[in-house]
């Protein structure tokens, strides 16, 4: 009988990994703990979107401009649709690209700063830092809205992989700057230089000291790329550069202006979407102050209580073990 092997995974944690340290410090935080919540309710509110709704979205059946009530938690519009509805499916859209332009836009900017800092004062220096320098006056998000506006006259509206990718490639200068600034201070320390002499490969010495030494950076860098990302998501199609048959957060401002809430108060209309973005944007922003704490110490709040109260179980242990 053919004896079977059974692969089995062991997920081991290294509590003394960067990684580790870097969320237990930023979970530490108050402020980046209530920036978390923040944000997987936003999640989860925008999953629930993809699979469940209370109405059609694209439905235009029911009565216009009716005000929040049991029957539409938050109302119709001026064509008919549950605001509530559009709301839920409008989410995911918005926080998707975001995540996707952060992550994309953070990974560029690894490759070109770091590239761009170890090989510094060579040919690839000045080729990498004369490119970031072009991004980085590059007003990225105009950019994308006179594209937009030149190929709408094309009767050609700009799709979710195109905005992802536009975005992304006018978002990582900035971070790519910041990097290479950041590597050029490490590449001068002993253990670098260290690990240079004694052979090892440039992609090690990046994976193994330049990254983990730059996590917190690359961690803000990220939702600070992600809120670029949504802002400039959520600009193409509020000023109708992106298809208007799609539904996002976008979209809903772009038709609440069309249909003029503002001046017929409306608020139900305009303020929910504006009101979730702003969430997302604040969410961010807190979970970056708790990084920022974590990078600097100096500006790290400390939970007195929790301390005094592990100085005094250890103290209790000593004394255990003193009494024998």
Aim: charged content about 15%; aromatic content about 16%.
């Amino acid at each position: 009988m053919a004896s079977r092997k059974l692969y089995t995974f062991n997920l081991k944690i290294d509590k003394y990994g960067p990684i580790y340290n870097l969320i237990r410090g930023v979970w530490e935080q108050r402020v980046s703990r209530v920036g978390f919540y923040i944000l997987l309710g936003i999640i989860v509110f925008s999953l629930i979107g993809v699979f469940y709704t209370p109405y059609n979205p694209s439905a235009t059946n029911f009565p216009r401009d009716l005000p929040p009530s049991p029957q539409h938690l938050l109302g119709t519009d001026d064509y008919g649709h549950d605001i509530f509805s559009q709301l839920l499916v409008g989410g995911f859209p918005v926080i998707g690209v975001g995540f996707a332009v952060g992550l994309i836009g953070t990974l560029i900017a690894i490759l070109i700063g770091v590239t761009a800092g170890l090989y510094a004062e060579t040919m690839i220096d000045r080729v990498l830092s004369a490119i970031t320098q072009i991004f980085l006056i590059i007003p990225g998000i105009l950019i994308i809205e006179l594209i937009g506006a030149y190929l709408g006259a094309l009767q050609f509206k700009l799709g979710y992989i195109t905005i992802l990718f536009t975005l992304s490639l006018t978002g990582w200068a900035w971070g790519a700057r910041v990097l290479r600034s950041l590597v050029l201070s490490l590449r001068r320390r002993e253990y670098i230089l260290s690990s240079d002499l004694i052979g090892e490969s440039k992609l090690s010495i990046i994976f193994n000291q330049i990254i983990p030494n730059n996590l917190p950076f690359i961690a803000s860098n990220f939702f600070f790329t992600a809120i670029y990302g949504i802002a400039g998501f959520t600009f193409i199609y509020y000023f109708g550069l992106g298809s208007l048959t799609q539904v996002n957060w976008g979209t809903m401002l772009y038709w609440s202006l069309g249909g003029e809430a503002y001046l017929r108060g409306l608020w139900w209309w305009y303020i929910p979407p504006g009101f979730m973005i702003g969430l997302v944007a604040f969410s961010f922003a807190l979970i970056n102050i708790g990084i920022d704490r974590v990078a600097n110490p100096r500006l790290r709040v400390w939970d007195i209580k929790k301390y005094k109260k592990q100085l005094q179980k250890a103290k209790e242990k000593k004394e255990v073990v003193t009494n024998g």
